[in-house]
């Protein structure tokens, strides 16, 4: 079992920062990806950004440029991180943390609301 803590969520006015962060622990002996995903009232949930092992990122195309994705620089690399600048109202939604432990499924974190004002 994979257990995902996450948190920086908020209340932000528009052009704005915010960082979040989702800590993984638990058993698994590697992550191979950690990744931050997004759902909106009345929307499906899409892709923020992804980051894998050796340092592979993407992001969505609506957030490129003014969110970074990074992971924790410690021995154990189980913290993933979600700088969010220049936040503008349509990026209001639960954010929700992403993990894929090496011979494993997906995992979920409870997700963490981002509202932001204009």
């Known amino acids: 079992q994979v257990q995902l803590v996450e948190s920086g969520g908020g209340l932000v006015r528009a052009g704005g920062s915010l960082r979040l962060s989702c800590a993984a622990s638990?058993?698994?002996?590697?992550?191979?990806?950690m990744g931050w995903y997004r759902q909106a009232p009345g929307k499906q949930r899409e892709l923020v950004a992804g980051?894998?092992?050796?340092?592979?990122?993407?992001?969505g195309d609506s957030v490129k440029g003014r969110f970074t994705i990074s992971i924790a620089k410690d021995n154990a690399k189980n913290t993933v991180y979600l700088q969010m600048d220049s936040l503008e109202p349509e990026d209001t939604a639960v954010y929700y943390c992403?993990?894929?432990?090496?011979?494993?499924?997906?995992?979920w974190g409870r997700g963490t609301q981002v509202t932001v004002s204009s």
């Open positions: 992403n993990v894929l432990p090496a011979g494993s499924r997906t995992y």
């Open positions: 638990g058993s698994f002996f590697r992550l191979k990806a």
């Open positions: 980051i894998t092992s050796d340092g592979s990122t993407k992001y």
